[in-house]
């Protein structure tokens, strides 16, 4: 079973959340850096986690929280979908 930890030491997706960052920065986005997919896993879990869903739907609020702007490295207009 693929967990947070999987996730977050992924080397690969490391890689996509850092480049995706500097794209948006040369855009003159604000930070989209590690620890901003980390603070959006982070309240995904615990709102999901408040309303009472099971541990594993918390897992993947976080997993889908950590990796929502990967697709930033590709385009912004769409990312989530290119994500």
């Not at 850092?18 to 603070?39: I, K, N």
Request: charged share 20%; proline share 1%.
């Amino acid at each position: 079973m693929i967990t947070p930890r999987h996730i977050k030491e992924n080397k690969q997706i490391q890689t996509y959340i850092r480049r995706a960052d500097e794209t948006l920065a040369a855009m003159g986005y604000t930070e989209h850096s590690t620890a901003h997919v980390a603070r959006v896993a982070h309240f995904a879990e615990k709102i999901l986690a408040h309303l009472g869903y099971s541990q594993r739907t918390c897992q993947l609020a976080w997993i889908a929280g950590y990796m929502h702007d990967i697709g930033n490295v590709i385009n912004r207009i769409d990312h989530a979908q290119s994500g």
